[in-house]
């Protein structure tokens, strides 16, 4: 079993920067795959960074330049940061883990971009 628990989200105006933060429960260096996922309302769940074990990054499109993951793997921290956010990056964050052939998410934490 892994938890999970995402916390940063907030109310911010178009061109601020938010950092998402993403507490596990397990040793981070077991955990093959960690990765931010979205959603907007009514909209599909969508990925937008993930980091694997080798540290290495991947970002969806549309956050590409604007958005970094990391990890801290003494504090098994999960982090977001995003920068020159705008409206359309409104949703909810949820935190997303692989761990021994299984995902496990977050609660989420709410973002919203006010233009």
């Known amino acids: 079993q892994v938890q999970l628990a995402e916390s940063g989200g907030g109310l911010v105006q178009f061109g601020d920067s938010l950092r998402l933060s993403c507490s596990v429960s397990?040793?981070?260096?077991?955990?093959?795959?960690m990765g931010w996922y979205r959603q907007a309302l009514g909209e599909q769940r969508e990925p937008v960074a993930t980091?694997?074990?080798?540290?290495?990054?991947d970002y969806s499109g549309s956050v590409k330049g604007r958005f970094t993951i990391s990890r801290d793997i003494i504090s098994n921290m999960v982090y977001l940061q995003m920068a020159s956010l705008k409206p359309e990056d409104t949703g909810t964050y949820y935190c997303?883990?692989?761990?021994?052939?299984?995902?496990?998410w977050g609660q989420g934490t709410q973002v919203t971009v006010s233009s």
């Open positions: 397990k040793n981070i260096v077991r955990i093959s795959t």
């Open positions: 980091i694997d074990a080798n540290e290495r990054t």
């Open positions: 997303h883990g692989w761990y021994l052939g299984r995902e496990y």
